[in-house]
């Protein structure tokens, strides 16, 4: 079920366009190797044109290229976008003729669908009415935990990682013997569980530079956090 719901999604996000993204392909003669994806996804960040974001990691996996991108100011992910390979399920069951072979999508699932800022259904849509914010009702460690238990009933003998933070879910990296074996999100609100079936068997990483920080930006940090010490100070002389 959660496979046709995230299809749909899809389908309907690709049928918009530009509306909610901004798809990047490669030429059909170009062979599609790890660093042709983390230079696609560098180019799709290029033309969001957004400084405070930048590319975090890409991982390789059977069938598709996955990558992370996170917010400078925040530190927090901010979504996660896929390149499918020639024959996997989106370019060669579902779409046919390699059509969606090479282009830079959003991954469907929690990245679609439990995304409170970049989301479909959150950012996009407005469908959530809270603010996007990392604070969520379930903390990272109980995340880790939820998502452990999950893995002991459907993959028995796999662990859950290293768990990452994004608006409204927290994405588990599973472990098999110490080494990736995929990956699973857990709602940071209801704890439901959405393992990502679609990537098939994990085959490598490529972390990308954390880029530096611009001034303004830092600057504007300190200048919120000092203001902030400063109103809140204020407030308790008057308290008094």
Do not use: C
Request: negative net charge; without cysteine; hydrophobic residues 40%.
């Amino acid at each position: 079920m959660k496979r046709i719901i995230s299809l749909a999604i899809l389908l309907v996000a690709l049928s918009v366009g530009s509306l909610f993204f901004t798809s990047v392909s490669y030429a059909q003669t170009q062979i599609l190797t790890i660093d042709t994806a983390v230079q696609l996804f560098k180019d799709y960040l290029a033309r969001l044109q957004n400084p405070d974001l930048f590319l975090h990691e890409v991982e390789e996996y059977q069938n598709n290229f996955y990558a992370t991108y996170a917010e400078k100011s925040t530190g927090i992910f901010a979504f996660q976008m896929l390149i499918e390979k020639p024959g996997s399920f989106w370019t060669g069951g579902m779409m046919g003729n390699g059509m969606m072979s090479g282009v830079v999508m959003p991954e469907p699932g929690p990245n679609m669908m439990w995304n409170t800022k970049y989301g479909v259904m959150g950012g996009m849509m407005g469908i959530y009415r809270q603010i996007p914010t990392n604070n969520m009702t379930i903390t990272p460690e109980e995340a880790k935990t939820i998502a452990q238990q999950y893995l002991d009933t459907r993959f028995s003998g796999t662990s859950a990682g290293d768990v990452d933070t994004f608006y409204g879910y927290y994405n588990v990296d599973v472990l098999s013997g110490g080494r990736t074996f995929g990956m699973l999100s857990v709602n940071g609100y209801s704890g439901q569980v959405w393992y990502h079936s679609w990537h098939g068997a994990y085959i490598q990483t490529v972390t990308i530079p954390v880029p530096d920080v611009p001034v303004a930006v830092v600057t504007l940090i300190i200048a919120l956090t000092i203001t902030g010490f400063i109103t809140r100070a204020s407030s308790r002389r008057r308290d008094e």
